[in-house]
Nanobody, 124 residues
Framework: QVQLVESGGGLVQAGNSLRLSCAAS????????MGWFRQAPGKEREFVAA????????YLGDSVKGRFTISRDNAKNTVYLQMNSVKPEDTAVYYC?????????????????WGQGTQVTVSS
């Protein structure tokens, strides 16, 4: 399994930007499909974004399309989530996840490795 550590969370005002990072270690990073999920208090875990192994294909959740982007640097074993025009409803714990297989990339139960999460709080 690959180990994942998120960073970059914090308090941000609505309308501003924030970039989350997820550093991978333990195994070769490039074969993994990478994803971001989030979970707000009292809510189910929600798919945010995913990126193919090569970085050529990305998927975004409907609630973040046009505002968030996902990218990866395989040389640095890192995946990023750029969050622009953030809204109070983006407040959640954000998790990085990795999977070795393709399929439905929005399904959290198909990911094999998870980070510990980083808190993002958006103030209005």
């Amino acid at each position: 399994q690959v180990q994942l550590v998120e960073s970059g969370g914090g308090l941000v005002q609505a309308g501003n930007s924030l970039r989350l990072s997820c550093a991978a270690s333990g195994r070769t990073f490039s074969p993994y499909v990478m994803g971001w999920f989030r979970q707000a208090p009292g809510k189910e875990r929600e798919f945010v974004a995913a990126m193919s192994r090569s970085g050529g294909i990305t998927y975004l959740g409907d609630s973040v399309k046009g505002r968030f982007t996902i990218s990866r640097d395989n040389a640095k074993n890192t995946v990023y989530l750029q969050m622009n025009s953030v809204k109070p409803e983006d407040t959640a714990v954000y998790y990085c996840a990795a999977r070795y297989t393709s399929g439905n990339l929005s399904r959290s139960d198909e990911y094999n490795s998870w980070g510990q999460g980083t808190q993002v709080t958006v103030s209005s």
